[in-house]
């Protein structure tokens, strides 16, 4: 079965302006403007590389469209969408929430066309046309919450496509994974007391958001354990991740028994990433994966979906990327990753006994998980 692929140039028009690192850029105080650490360069580099290694060749390209009023207001504010456009109106744009998440001239439509992309993959798994999609958007989505912008997401691309998979298409039990080295703390709080949706986050602990994604954050209400967080020490690598699939995601998967799992990939976990600091490797990418592709199978007829999100290194992000939709295709180009001797030892670190500790604190929760009710509710 096909791997359906999103991309648009219009992602990389996505205008971010200048700032200086993760600060505003600001003469006054010193704060020398540079270009925003949030730019197209590393996602141009990901959609050029899949093309040139043959890959793209064999997926099949799905077409964006841009996200209506109605769905984004299935996540989102109407204040909050409001804000979005009327900032986006401006000759010079604005900021998204937060101080921190420009939006440019025209990035309303463009935030439009990126959660629109995760829609069209949505459509095309339930129509059955593909079983795996990659949609390589931009702006990124996860730390949007339902009335505001942040952490350079405008709009939370992942949680539309969820509302989407289950509104539209009648799919009951969505699962979103989120690797991203920060914590998905707005798909969290968006799904936080809904038990159709299963929230997993792995992330550097106390990274982004501040004090965010700690593991007694397990959901509320009739979402209560449906909501996982695994706080990885920072210089977490290949083995704390792979052991927190293995004792925790996979784990979690099967008990709650999805209809479709949605992956927020953030690549910025990746051992060159100036936005973290932990220590993966392709390597790493590719096995959690791999791992991925097998619960889909199992549990979902193969349904899932990733969503790009951050990374932040324009040399290796393309390669991590590469590696994610190797394994969604099950092919292997012929492009391997050429950092892969200079970071091999970094495979080879043994799980830590303050990792595992983190990891077993997590595990610990996975029996609160239930499989709710199948039908679905608007
Ligand atoms: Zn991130």
Known sequence: ??????????YLWHDTGTSAGVLPADPTAGVQPAVHIENPEAKRRTHELIHLSGLLAELLV???????????????????????????????????????????????????????????????????????????????GHHATADTGMGFCLFNNLAIAARHARTVHGLARIAIVDWDAHHGNGTQTIFYADPTVLTISLHQANCFPPDSGWTHENGTAQGAGHALNVPLPPGSGHAAYLQTMHQ???????????????????????????????????????QMTRLLVDAADRLCHGRLIAAHEGGYSPFYTPYCVLAVLEELTGTTTRITDPYATIVAAYTSEPLQPHQQDV?????DLVPRITAPATTPTP
């Open 248 to 286: 925790v995601v996979i784990p979690a998967l099967d008990r709650f028994g999805p209809d479709l799992i949605l992956l927020a990939n953030g690549v910025d976990a990746n051992v060159f990433d100036p936005m973290a600091r932990q220590m993966l490797t392709t390597a790493t990418y590719r």
């Open 359 to 363: 990891i077993d604190a997590a595990a």
């Open 62 to 140: 799905v077409e964006p469209r841009r996200a209506t009023m109605t769905e984004l207001l299935r996540v989102h504010t109407p204040a909050h969408v409001q804000h979005i456009r009327a900032q986006s109106d401006l000759r010079g744009g604005g900021d998204a929430g937060d101080g921190f998440s420009p939006v440019g001239h025209g990035s309303y439509d463009i935030a439009r066309l990126a959660a629109g992309g995760l829609l069209a993959l949505v459509t095309a798994v339930a129509d059955g046309d593909i079983t795996t999609g990659y949609a390589l958007t931009r702006p990124p």
């Open 1 to 10: 079965m096909a791997t359906g692929y999103v991309f648009h140039p219009e």
